[in-house]
């Protein structure tokens, strides 16, 4: 299995741009472009609700922290997770010690999203990168994590089963063969791009049909 170094390591909330859009994750991560719209601005804003370090929760024997930097060589990955939720553990196997916090803690990744639940897998690979960051960091196994849904208030479990770590590995590894060949995939037209912030920037609905560069600008100049 690869491990990558320092310098090779991408960012982890891009798992779940190049899941959603191999053209939006390059747009965002290779050519530096970010434009917003109104689901971008709620997702910051519930962002802003919850990335405190400092935050902790002792209620049902839990202890919650915010905003913890993550990383993992085998994913070549690195980031923040949005809160990690550590449950009392009896036993020292597959466990942490925290030094704030005498005894054995289970780590648990949460990602919080201003939206509902989807049909795919889009939030669910974030999810399962940050466990495997955390699995990795500790020498532990994570089963589940929870996405934390602000439109719904609510939390639904994700179990991190066989397919969805090998769809968060063939993702990274997307992420990394496209940023060290430099490559902006091809704009493909779906009813998704109506939602997504760089619509504009791409164009996909111009740019996905088979017409030369000449052929548009004739069209948009006449």
């Known amino acids: 299995m690869i491990e990558y170094d320092d310098e090779d390591l991408l960012m982890l909330s891009g798992i779940q741009h190049i899941a959603f859009c191999e053209r939006q994750w390059a747009f965002i991560h290779l050519e530096q472009q970010w434009a917003e719209n109104r689901l971008t601005i709620e997702g910051q804003f519930l962002h802003e609700k919850v990335d405190d370090p400092l935050y902790m929760n002792l209620s049902r024997g839990a202890v919650i922290l915010r905003s913890v930097s993550i990383s993992s060589r085998i994913l070549g990955l690195y980031g923040f997770s949005d809160a990690i939720e550590l449950l009392p553990s009896k ?132």
């Open 91 to 222: 036993t020292q196997t597959n466990s942490i010690t925290c030094k704030k916090y005498p005894g054995y803690w289970l780590p648990v990744p949460i990602e919080y999203k201003h939206g509902k639940p989807k049909m795919d897998s889009i939030d669910e690979v974030q999810l399962c990168a940050q466990a495997i960051c955390l699995e990795e960091m500790y020498s532990i196994s994570i089963e589940k994590g929870y996405l934390y849904y602000g439109e719904i208030r609510h939390r639904t479990e994700v179990q991190f089963t066989k397919e969805l770590r090998e769809l968060t590995f063939r993702l990274s590894d997307r992420m990394h063969e496209l940023y060290k060949n430099n490559i902006t995939p091809p704009p493909h037209y779906e009813k998704k791009c109506k939602a997504c912030s760089l619509h504009d920037i791409c164009m996909p609905e111009t740019f996905s049909k088979k017409r030369s560069v000449n052929s548009y600008l004739k069209e948009i100049l006449e």
